[in-house]
């Protein structure tokens, strides 16, 4: 087990090495501080300064090594969880990775879930899959592939497949199209164990995190307005906790400062803007500890 100078056990981390969650999830640890490898052939790496060490793994097995307690947390996919089986809990959504999963079929040959019954489905997440069926009371016949499912239903392996839709561009090409109402929307997640310990280290490298989804999602605002329009001004900026609203040396006027959601803050100028707000600034966060 690895510690640090001071004897300290390191917070073990699963960070996905390849696929579609690996760049994303690189770029958030490295944007809370934290060091990350250079070559993607790197296998682990320690961060003794920030108490760490993260361990590159293939996103589907991450749940597996944090339901065990092999390691503390790690990030993966909402859908690779729930496939996984594991006895991992789901600590905070990361805001990438987005995906919906879906049943998909030849065009104009599916319209209903209720005609999953009997058939043969091609997919890479069997655990979402049977559940699926299992709690509809359904039987059909599931067929675990790598990849690349898309392809079974032309060479005749599967009537039905289930995977991850993004684009649906992969789909299209394939002749085929969902049907029936999405089965689980995913996104990139942080998990831990689920019990009710918590490892050492995790509360400082969570807050780290919901700092960076906070400066991500949110930005700076600040204005100056006649006294007598605060009110108005601070319910459209109402702030985290509550707005800064400072004394300006101009009689009769203040300063108002409030982080804003970053979605829409264009339209909030223009509408602070009618209600007198004057020297309207918006900036960057580049970090932040709520
Ligand atoms: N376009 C996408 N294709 C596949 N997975 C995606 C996509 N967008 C987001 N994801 C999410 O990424 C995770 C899949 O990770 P995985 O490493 O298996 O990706 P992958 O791109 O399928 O990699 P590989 O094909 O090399 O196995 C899932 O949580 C899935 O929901
Ligand atoms: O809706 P789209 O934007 O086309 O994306 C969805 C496709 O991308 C993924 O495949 P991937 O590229 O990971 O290949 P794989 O099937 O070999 O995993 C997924 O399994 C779908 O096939
Ligand atoms: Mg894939």
Not at 6 to 25: D, H
Not at 85 to 90: L, V
Not at 158 to 178: F, K, M, Y
Request: hydrophobic share 45%.
């Amino acid at each position: 087990m690895s510690v640090t100078a001071t004897g300290e056990k390191l917070l073990r981390i699963a960070v996905p090495n390849k696929g579609a969650l690996s760049v994303a999830a690189s770029e958030i640890l490295r944007e809370a501080g934290y060091r990350q490898r250079s070559d993607s052939k790197e296998l682990a790496l320690i961060d003794v300064e920030n108490g760490v060490e993260f361990f590159y793994l293939r996103p589907r097995d991450i749940a597996l090594y944090v339901g065990e307690g092999t390691l503390d947390i790690g990030i993966t996919g909402r859908d690779l969880l729930l496939d996984s089986g594991a006895t991992a809990r789901e600590v905070t959504q990361l805001g990438f990775g987005q995906s919906n999963f879906y049943f998909a079929g030849r065009g104009g040959e599916f319209t209903d879930l209720a005609q999953l019954e009997g058939k043969r489905i091609a997919t890479s997440y069997v655990g979402v899959v049977q559940r699926f069926l299992d709690e509809r009371g359904i039987n059909a016949t599931v067929t675990r592939l790598d990849g690349a499912v898309e392809t079974s239903i032309k060479l005749g392996v599967a009537d039905v497949i289930a995977d991850v839709v993004e684009t649906g561009s992969t789909l299209r090409a394939a002749g085929l199209e969902t049907f029936g109402e999405v089965v689980l929307k995913s996104e990139g997640v942080l998990i831990a164990r689920d019990i009710d310990e918590v490892p050492a280290g995790f509360d400082i490298f969570l807050r780290r995190l919901q700092g960076v989804l906070v400066a991500r999602s949110y930005v700076m605002m600040d204005y100056d307005i006649r006294s007598e329009h605060v009110a108005k001004a601070v319910d459209l900026t109402p702030g985290i906790e509550s707005p800064t609203v400072s004394p300006l040396h101009r009689e009769g006027w203040v300063a108002v400062r409030a982080m804003v959601p970053r979605k829409g803050s264009q339209r909030l100028m223009d509408e602070l803007f009618d209600i007198g707000a004057r020297g309207i600034l918006l900036t960057e966060i580049n970090a932040c500890r709520l």
